[in-house]
């Protein structure tokens, strides 16, 4: 009888460990060839399973046939074992993660010495291989564990698990003899010296920056681990839910997609503004079929920058023969938005089978045995993420994120409103962009309208990580010109010492409408948004025309609420849009004026581009800057740090108001608030863990020197101690599916009533579409929403939530307290 790895629901066929491991080998090495590693794909692939060839898992197997047929759970490998202990009244799991890197060590390091004779230089990098395979199969469950001793042990630790734990002997002896057979070919002298010398030669470059030198290693091993993760899911996912194989790794025809959007762009108008749109985005055109790179692409707002992006995006893919094009958004508000422009270019059929849509806040933190084989992998052409998911993928826990990873190889990744990354990933993030574009045959485009300094930070910091990005590389030939060209605007500047309180901001507000039909009013807070909402629903005669727009509110109850506003714009009736600054980045509205509150310049900037976006006034539109009276900051750091240095220019003895939104004056803000913040860039953090110091991420990821000990290892990064530590966003925040509509409480009734016996693909799909439909809440909101019963999970021990129907406003959206009655659900 065949050894299982995979137990079948009643009547199928289980699937066998070699089976299993065969699979997984071919997945990793097709992954892991991208970038020049097919061969260690394939070997962890074919390894990492090994340890369920033991007696003690088979055993758990036995139970599971049972368990599994009668409580209808497929599951993967760790929750199986849960599920089997629950029920036999056991502690403790069967390891199986150990006995494959055990295997694949112990047969490599017989070769070792015969390369280091031969040529020491290869000595770090043969150790690196060895000890990074290893470590990969080890962690397949657990996410990258640390590689430096610690309380509870680092990968020496596992490495040295005796019989009984590892199971590593009897594993040898029951083993398939084709699985052993086919490792021992690979497992030789030219794979192990070729994998070092390629290692070598990409990183040698970097050895007199240890940060960057060690930083690129680790890189290299979370690729590598990014592909087992992969090919093991797909493989898993497969097998529960035949026919999944097809849907995966669609393949876009670059020559028909470039064409398409070609004729898209030949029925433009090509006149006024859209004359200036169409030379920036020709001029994308003809850089797309440069070499591959770092570029920017420094575009004044409502310059046609998405337009030119993707132009340049598609034939730079069809220039270099890539697999993919990953748009990476500051805020989820704006993705679908971006994503339907894309489809809409390429027709219904073929949008629908080359554009992703992937948010975050549907997945969640803690992953069920649903959410696991769901989990998205960024398989199509052309992907739409947020920078949270992106990071996420790059630096966060477990195995969620990094499966993804490899993704991010043979791509252009097209940063948009770069200026939002968060300051404290700044080395973070230029040490990855700058590994994937030099390792990865990957080329990163950094868009705004306000260039941040990423490749120009304050000295004492540049080696930690700077952007390797030259002056050659920008998209747009001549910046200054054009954003002369695109003037469309005043800012007149009326911050003054005692602010504006409520009834003042009303009286503005009010008078600006009045004067100009139409005004947007952006906020930094919520409570503002809501409390001059109040006040003007009060002041004026029209309350059909005062809108309110915040991230309480679902994906698609903004999208209407925009669509409306956009009506009344191009109607020419009187409109007011109360919002925060969730309007800024992207959102396509074209106010007479506008009001923003005192934020960073690149905020400011951006909220001008909301005002005559197409050049329809008669003469310029107007911008005004106030600073609300007793506005508390205190939680929300960016924010206030980016007032302090806007105020840095305003208050200077040279401020001219008419180049407030000048290339100069945001070279300006960047250098004042880059260096008043630059010892955060390398994300500061307490001692977690293991380690002895404080710390800072990209020191964890790296060289880690605060914590060296004498431990034989080449790879020194305390990849899960920098993992918890991490969060893309600072206070980390949970989906919820609100009730905003038919379809909504629809998709909920369905996920409520989903069959138990497991259909991955019908889970995954209900989840993609629940995510136009769900709110982003902070977790002691969260707690909130379940402790009053306003907010339940999906399932018992799913960490997927939906909100009650009258916790649902239709003017603010979710609520803590209750909105009126509403129709039920019906269950």
Not at 652 to 679: G, I, N, V, W
Request: hydrophobic share 40%.
């Amino acid at each position: 009888m065949p050894f299982i790895a995979h137990p079948a629901a009643t009547g199928s066929e289980h699937q066998s460990v070699l089976t299993h491991l065969r699979s997984v080998k071919v997945l990793a090495e097709a992954l892991a060839e991208k970038f020049g590693y097919a061969q260690a794909g394939a070997l962890i692939g074919l390894l990492h399973d090994f340890g369920k060839y033991s007696a003690a898992f088979q055993g758990y197997m036995d139970d599971i046939i049972t368990l599994k047929q009668a409580h209808a759970n497929p599951d993967l490998d760790e929750d199986i074992e849960s599920l089997a202990r629950t029920v036999k009244g056991q502690k403790g799991t069967i390891n199986h993660s150990t006995a494959g890197a055990q295997w694949l060590v112990n047969h490599l390091m017989q070769i070792t010495p015969v390369i280091f004779k031969e040529d020491s230089s290869l000595s770090q990098y043969c150790m690196v291989v060895v000890q990074g395979l290893a470590l990969c199969i080890v962690s397949h469950h657990s996410g990258l564990i640390n590689c430096l001793a610690e309380p509870s042990g680092g990968l020496l630790k596992r490495l040295k698990l005796g019989e009984e734990d590892s199971h590593l002997n009897e594993c040898i002896q029951n083993a398939d003899p084709e699985v052993l057979n086919e490792a021992s070919k690979m497992a030789g002298y030219d794979f192990l010296k070729s994998a070092a010398q390629a290692l070598k030669t990409s990183l040698s470059p970097y050895r007199s920056n240890k940060i960057e030198h060690d930083f690129y290693l680790g890189m290299f091993v979370k690729l590598w681990f990014s592909c087992l993760i992969d090919a093991d899911r797909a493989n898993s996912a497969d097998f529960e839910t035949p026919g999944n194989e097809p849907a995966r790794n669609t393949q876009a025809d670059w020559h028909m997609a470039c064409a398409l959007l070609e004729s898209k762009i030949a029925g433009f108008d090509t006149e006024g503004i859209n004359q200036i749109r169409a030379a920036i985005s020709a001029n994308c055109q003809q850089k797309a079929l440069g070499q591959q790179g770092i570029y920017s692409l420094t575009v004044p707002t409502g310059g046609g920058k998405n337009l030119a992006s993707l132009r340049f995006a598609l034939h730079h893919a069809k220039q270099h023969q890539l697999d993919r094009i990953i748009y990476v958004i500051p805020y989820t508000s704006i993705i679908e938005q971006n994503a339907q422009a894309v489809r809409d270019v390429f027709g219904d059929e073929l949008g629908e089978q080359w554009v992703l849509e992937h948010h975050s806040n549907l997945e969640p933190e803690v992953q069920t045995w649903r959410t696991k084989l769901a989990c998205e992998n960024w398989d199509k052409p052309i992907v739409f993420t947020t920078m949270v998911q992106f990071l996420e993928s790059l630096f966060g826990g477990g195995t969620r994120g990094v499966r993804r990873l490899h993704q991010l190889s043979k791509a252009v990744l097209i940063f948009d409103e770069i200026q939002t990354l968060p300051i404290n990933c700044v080395h973070l993030f230029n040490n990855a962009v700058n590994f994937l574009t030099r390792h990865c045959h990957t080329t990163a485009v950094m868009c705004t309208a306000t260039q941040p300094l990423l490749n120009n930070l304050p000295e004492r910091v540049k080696p930690r990580g700077e952007l390797a990005l030259t002056g050659g590389n920008e998209l747009t030939p001549d910046i200054s010109k054009l954003y002369q060209a695109l003037e469309r605007v005043t800012v007149r500047n009326l911050v003054r010492p005692r602010g504006w309180d409520e009834s003042e901001l009303t009286a503005l507000i009010t008078q600006q409408l009045e004067s100009n039909t139409s005004c947007l009013v952006i906020v930094n807070t919520k409570h503002w948004a809501q409390a001059l909402y109040h006040a003007l629903n009060e002041h004026l005669a029209w309350p059909d025309g005062i809108f309110h727009l915040s991230t309480d509110m679902c994906a698609a109850h903004r999208k209407a609420k925009l669509d409306e506003i956009r009506s009344r714009l191009d109607d020419g009736l009187p409109t007011l849009c109360l919002s925060t600054a969730l309007i800024e980045a992207g959102v396509d509205v074209d106010f007479n004026a506008v009001v923003r509150f005192l934020a960073g310049l690149d905020s400011i900037a951006q909220a001008a581009g909301r005002c005559n976006r197409h050049g329809r006034q008669q003469g310029m539109g107007e911008v005004l800057v106030v600073n609300p009276h007793k506005e508390n900051l205190n939680m929300l750091a960016d924010i206030k740090q980016g007032v302090a240095a806007t105020k840095y220019i305003l208050d200077a003895d040279d401020f001219d108001e008419a180049k407030l939104l000048s290339p100069e004056y945001t070279t300006r803000y960047f250098d004042k608030y880059f260096y008043e913040r630059c010892d955060e860039m390398g994300y500061p953090t307490g001692t977690h863990g293991f380690t002895k110091s404080q710390n800072q991420l990209v020191d964890l990821l790296s060289s880690n020197e605060k914590n060296i000990d004498k431990s034989p290892i080449a790879i020194r990064q305390a990849f899960m101690a920098a993992s918890k530590a991490f969060k893309a966003i600072n206070a980390p925040t949970q989906g919820v599916i609100v009730p905003y509509d038919d379809t909504a409480k629809a998709l909920i009734s369905a996920l409520l009533a989903l069959d138990k016996r497991f259909d991955a693909a019908r889970y995954r799909t209900l989840l993609q579409q629940a995510q136009k439909y769900s709110v982003n809440v902070f977790t002691h909101k969260l707690k909130q929403l379940l402790d009053s019963e306003a907010a339940y999970p999906i399932a018992e021990g799913e960490p997927v939530y939906y909100l009650r129907d009258e916790h649902y406003s239709s003017e603010f959206g979710l609520s803590l307290e209750i909105c009126g009655e509403q129709e039920g659900l019906v269950l």
